[in-house]
């Protein structure tokens, strides 16, 4: 086993997550390269050396130029706001060492497209979670397999109630296209849109600010969006995205229809996947509830009860054994950051869709 310097620019929500998983992810997967958990960067001295007291780093810094020139530091997690990701990562290329970027990769299309320059040759991951639970997994399996034939239809939406309340105050959230409905969640499902039916070709989409003001200001980025699309495999599909669907707490959900059969999955019963293949008798056909087990892909590692279950975290330690074998092995593992911006165009076009109230085909961008 050799131990790998790890350090984590951002300490708080997510960044906890893969301080978390970095500590956890040895002894989950036996993994040949384990982390150290060698610097956490957060905005003042007295937060960073918080959380090193609290997640187990060895050192602490205010100025993530200072962890990222780091000897120490041989691998980089960005865990910070978006609009930090860019110079983050082209300062860590530039000394070659690896980075993992959180979603989405950059606040712009041109971030991401930077970014994605400075990374050629080396290793580069963007943190997409949602998609890694054994479940999801599965489903992709299935689609790969042809167990649904033909993909003909995908229904996705990421919808939540955080700011469902009109009433809550305005914050950091409610300002910038980077923390709107189509920064923040949009990408997940986005994401899972493209892993799991494949690459857009074109589409249509509204994208609107119910709220317009909240106490405290004005809000400057969206609500909700929706859009429909065509998929280059020539599948249909529809999407929707929202931070004020009143009782939707992690509404990442999806429905495929293919030419055989159908998937439906949702993200708040995260741990079951319902198939229904057109095969089956007359009697007995309709949707059958799956739960995950052991059989199911990276659930084993976790836990060997089927049905027992596995959850958010272990999500994020997956992620961690990934970009692990890719700085182990020196290969890319999927989405690296081109699998980032190609989310990122998507983004883009349904926002310029918006705009002009037309179809608008991806290449374009």
Same mark, same amino acid.
């Given at each position: ?72 530091? +041989? ?44 990374? /050629? ?197 997956? +992620? ?24 990122? /165009? ?20």
């Amino acid at each position: 086993m050799t131990k790998v310097g790890i350090g984590i620019i951002g300490g708080g929500y997510m960044g906890k997550a893969h301080a978390v998983a970095m500590a956890a992810v040895g002894a989950v997967f036996n993994t040949a390269l384990r982390p150290h958990l060698e610097m956490v960067c957060a905005s003042s001295p007295a937060s960073a050396e918080r959380y090193r007291a609290a997640y187990g780093f060895a050192r602490a810094t205010d100025q993530w130029q200072v962890l990222v020139n780091d000897p120490a530091v +041989e691998a980089i997690v960005i865990a910070s706001p978006q609009e930090t990701h860019r110079e983050i990562a082209e300062a860590a290329f530039a000394l070659n060492k690896p980075v993992f970027c959180e979603k989405p990769l950059g606040a712009s299309l041109e971030d991401s497209r930077a970014m994605v320059a400075a990374a /050629q040759g080396q290793i580069s991951m963007t943190g997409f979670n949602y998609i890694r639970t054994p479940a999801s997994q599965f489903a992709r399996k299935l689609i790969a397999d042809g167990v649904i034939g033909d993909v003909t239809w995908f229904r996705g939406e990421h919808t939540e109630d955080f700011l469902a309340d009109p009433q809550f105050p305005a914050t950091w959230r409610t300002l910038g296209d980077a923390n709107g409905t189509m920064g923040d969640l949009a990408p997940h499902m986005i994401n899972a849109a493209l892993a799991l039916i494949g690459p857009i070709d074109r589409l249509i989409a509204e994208v609107e600010t119910v709220h317009t003001t909240r106490h405290g200001g004005e809000v400057t980025n969206d609500d909700h969006a929706q859009m429909m699309c065509r998929f280059g495999n020539g599948a249909m599909g529809q999407m929707y995205f929202s931070r004020i669907s009143h009782g939707r707490k992690m509404g990442y959900a999806y429905e495929i229809t293919g030419t055989k059969g159908a998937i439906k999955f949702d993200q708040e019963d995260q741990n079951a996947l319902w198939l229904y293949t057109a095969d089956e008798p007359e009697a007995t056909r309709g949707f059958r509830k799956i739960l995950t087990g052991p059989a199911h892909p990276d659930y084993a590692p976790f836990c060997q009860g089927p049905g027992h279950g596995t959850g958010y975290q272990d999500q994020i330690i997956i +992620e961690a054994r990934d970009f692990l074998r890719a700085i182990e092995t020196k290969t890319p593992v999927w989405p690296t950051f081109e699998d980032g911006m190609a989310v990122n /165009q998507v983004v883009a076009a349904a926002l310029q869709s918006s705009r002009a109230k037309t179809w608008v085909n991806i290449s374009s961008l």
